[in-house]
């Protein structure tokens, strides 16, 4: 919004050139991002410990700490964090830019079925919520629209196709069939996040070290002559979703600022849900799928925990870990949540920087 008020104006007031440069939005949509946070956070945490009463239902099949330590806290703090990054978007990105309004689609999308899924848990007292099937169908028509906007945004050119990380020019071209490998893209970030989300602060961090990491990746991507340099596939237009990321990393660190041990709330599927699909529709925009998979490492690591627990057990009658996701197998082996939230914040970092390092490796 700010981008058009008020860069037309700067042939008069040369100040207002600043709003032409990507760099400077993003961080204001960081600083706006955070500073609604701050503001909104006591009044929207307080109004949630109102009407929540008991907090969030916590799973009996969990760690029986969890019982004590996390029973009245109230969930839904997701909202904050949509409305913190919804402001600093809209505010400081070019709002002409398609690829926003798709990433959007999904950040609210998923943020609505996420909330749909944490007011029935609050609700109903069931920490089951919404109906597993119905809401991977729901997110999957949400991505679907998505990813058809922006594959018709990217044009021939560019739709359909994914770039091979650590090889020079390798490009698959999925073709239509890109739709399917899109939607596993968006749908699975959206659930790693959400799975990951279950310690205070746990989820936030890597979620702010992977936007602040596509910030600069959809920055790289969405310039020609660093495209060129670093050998990678130019997606023209795909630079303002700098601003996207640098709103999410704002509304990130505001939102730890309540969310850290021990937590005056959680955000709830309304903002794991809305925080992995946006990551992935960004990831599809950028055309960095493969490597959202080593920057996002640490939530491909808690599902496929999951997978193997569950398939394990099937099979074998015999489990692998001592709980999943993973991160409950380390507090069951007597690690300190602290312990075990820094530690993986520490590993998200590491594989953000190898994630990184794909863009010149080839």
Same mark, same amino acid.
């Given at each position: ?196 989300? +279950? $310690?205070?602060? /746990?989820? @936030?961090?890597? =979620?702010?070290?992977?936007? %602040?990491? #596509?910030? *600069? ?79 996002? +490492? $640490?939530?491909? /690591?808690? @599902?496929?925990? =999951?997978?193997?627990?569950? %398939?394990? #057990?099937? *099979? ?47």
């Amino acid at each position: 919004m700010l981008y058009h008020l008020l860069y037309p104006l700067s042939s008069s007031v040369p100040l207002f050139n600043v709003f032409k440069y990507l760099t400077f939005r993003t961080g204001g949509a960081v600083m706006t991002a955070l500073l609604v946070s701050f503001l909104v956070g006591p009044q929207l945490i307080r109004w949630l410990k109102s009407k929540q009463k008991k907090g969030q239902p916590i799973r009996d099949d969990g760690p029986q700490s969890h019982l004590i330590t996390k029973q009245g806290t109230p969930t839904m703090g997701g909202v904050l964090i949509l409305l913190a990054l919804s402001v600093g978007t809209l505010l400081w990105a070019d709002l002409t830019n398609q690829y926003v309004w798709a990433v959007l689609l999904v950040t609210l999308g998923f943020g609505g079925v996420g909330f749909l899924d944490d007011y029935l848990k609050v609700t109903k007292r069931n920490p089951k919520g919404f109906p597993g099937k119905l809401k991977l169908l729901i997110e999957g028509l949400i991505a679907g629209v998505a990813i058809i906007w922006i594959m018709l945004a990217s044009g021939p050119e560019l739709s359909g196709k994914v770039a091979i990380p650590l090889l020079k020019n390798a490009i698959l071209d999925f073709g239509p069939a890109y739709i399917l490998f899109g939607l596993i893209v968006v749908i699975g970030a959206g659930n790693a996040v959400n799975l990951t989300d +279950g $310690l205070d602060g /746990l989820a @936030t961090m890597p =979620v702010i070290i992977a936007a %602040a990491t #596509f910030a *600069l990746i959809a920055y790289v991507a969405g310039n020609l002559v660093f495209a060129q340099y670093l050998q990678l596939l130019p997606v023209p237009g795909s630079g303002e979703l700098a601003v996207f990321c640098g709103a999410i990393v704002g509304a990130g660190l505001g939102f730890l600022w309540f969310n850290a041990p021990p937590a005056m709330v959680f955000m709830g599927d309304t903002g794991s849900l809305s925080l992995g699909g946006a990551l992935g529709a960004v990831g599809v925009v950028t055309k960095h799928e493969i490597v959202l998979a080593i920057v996002g +490492g $640490l939530f491909v /690591l808690e @599902t496929v925990s =999951v997978m193997v627990q569950v %398939a394990s #057990f099937k *099979l074998t009658g015999k489990r692998v870990f001592r709980m999943a996701p993973l991160h409950h197998h380390y507090e069951e082996k007597g690690w300190a949540e602290s312990t075990v939230v820094i530690r993986f914040w520490i590993i998200a970092v590491i594989l953000a920087i190898v994630g990184l390092s794909t863009l010149k490796l080839r």
